[in-house]
């Protein structure tokens, strides 16, 4: 199966990884559901009034988040099986989660004789505030950078990750090496959200990091799960291809979109801090 690139398809990432040939890609970006749609009719466009939250309050309940834990691993064995064989040894796998998927996903990359790099903590510190008061405020996530090949030739940018600082990002020094805790908003530039808005967007300055130190110019990276485009807006950006696969009609069309516009030069950054957070994730393991 030959898939056009730079563009989102609208396929299941399993099988249609399965059609890419071994070894092509450079640097896989994958955020899969977390798992997290627990329970009932819930939605997360703010619509549902929630008793005992204070008012309208939401949670992702999608579909694609809602898995029985086991069948959850097995979906997990299956997409990371494919992921590992179409990764360059020269490439890197950076999958993000929460405490609710990443255990498993640890535990199936080591399964699968894939070695993790890192574990990085993607510190948010504008999280939104625990609202029971039963638990602490949930302020960050976990990205796990692995890599398949048999000597650790994976392309890590060394030189560029102690030179990389940002006014935001209270804990990277210039000409510091870059530690394992970043501390990256979770603000979105309002162009990021002014072709819809998906309910677990990132912002692209959390990928745009990943890709200075671990893509290639000119390669090629991969979004298993593409939602809203913001892997692909990173990649774009830093001048790499990229193919994306997406379940969700509305999603592939809206993360097109973005992504026409980005090539189009119609997208202007506009500062982060501009925007509200769209927090999804800290929503929907307050309660
Ligand atoms: C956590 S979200 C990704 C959000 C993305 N990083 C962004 O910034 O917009 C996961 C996405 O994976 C999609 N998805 C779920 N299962 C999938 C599958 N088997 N193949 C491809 N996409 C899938 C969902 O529809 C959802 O949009």
């Given at each position: 199966m030959n898939f056009q690139k730079n563009l989102i398809h609208h396929q299941d990432c399993i099988e249609a990884i399965a059609g890419l040939p071994d070894q092509s890609v450079d640097l896989v970006l994958a955020d899969p559901p977390y798992n997290l749609g627990k329970g009932n009719a819930w939605k997360w466009d703010n619509s549902a009034p929630l008793p005992g939250m204070g008012g309208n309050w939401n949670k992702a309940m999608e579909a694609w988040d809602d898995m029985p834990l086991f069948d959850y691993f097995k979906f997990t064995l299956l997409w990371l099986s494919q992921v590992k064989r179409v990764t360059k040894p020269t490439g890197s796998m950076w999958i993000c989660g929460t405490y609710h998927n990443i255990g498993i996903i640890n535990f199936t990359l080591q399964l699968l004789e894939?070695?993790?790099?890192?574990?990085?903590?993607?510190?948010?510190?504008?999280?939104?505030?625990?609202?029971?008061?039963?638990?602490?405020?949930?302020?960050?996530?976990?990205?796990?950078?692995?890599?398949?090949?048999?000597?650790?030739?994976?392309?890590?940018?060394?030189?560029?990750?102690?030179?990389?600082?940002?006014?935001?990002?209270?804990?990277?020094?210039?000409?510091?090496?870059?530690?394992?805790?970043?501390?990256?908003?979770?603000?979105?530039?309002?162009?990021?959200?002014?072709?819809?808005?998906?309910?677990?967007?990132?912002?692209?300055?959390?990928?745009?990091?990943?890709?200075?130190?671990?893509?290639?110019?000119?390669?090629?990276?991969?979004?298993?799960?593409?939602?809203?485009?913001?892997?692909?807006?990173?990649?774009?950006?830093?001048?790499?291809?990229?193919?994306?696969?997406?379940?969700?009609?509305?999603?592939?069309?809206m993360a097109n979109q973005r992504l026409d516009a980005e090539k189009n030069g119609l997208n202007l950054t506009l500062p982060a801090d501009a925007t509200e957070t769209e927090d999804h994730e800290d929503r929907a393991i307050d309660v």
């Open positions: 894939i070695e993790i790099v890192n574990e990085v903590v993607w510190f948010k510190r504008n999280s939104f505030p625990n609202l029971s008061g039963r638990r602490l405020t949930a302020s960050h996530e976990t990205l796990l950078w692995a890599h398949s090949g048999k000597k650790r030739k994976y392309h890590f940018d060394y030189e560029k990750s102690k030179r990389i600082t940002a006014p935001w990002d209270m804990l990277k020094m210039d000409g510091k090496q870059m530690r394992t805790v970043w501390d990256i908003p979770n603000n979105k530039a309002r162009e990021e959200l002014s072709h819809g808005r998906h309910p677990t967007q990132k912002p692209v300055r959390l990928f745009s990091r990943i890709i200075d130190i671990c893509g290639k110019p000119q390669g090629l990276m991969l979004a298993p799960f593409a939602g809203s485009g913001t892997e692909c807006v990173a990649a774009w950006r830093a001048g790499m291809s990229y193919i994306g696969f997406e379940t969700d009609p509305a999603f592939v069309n």
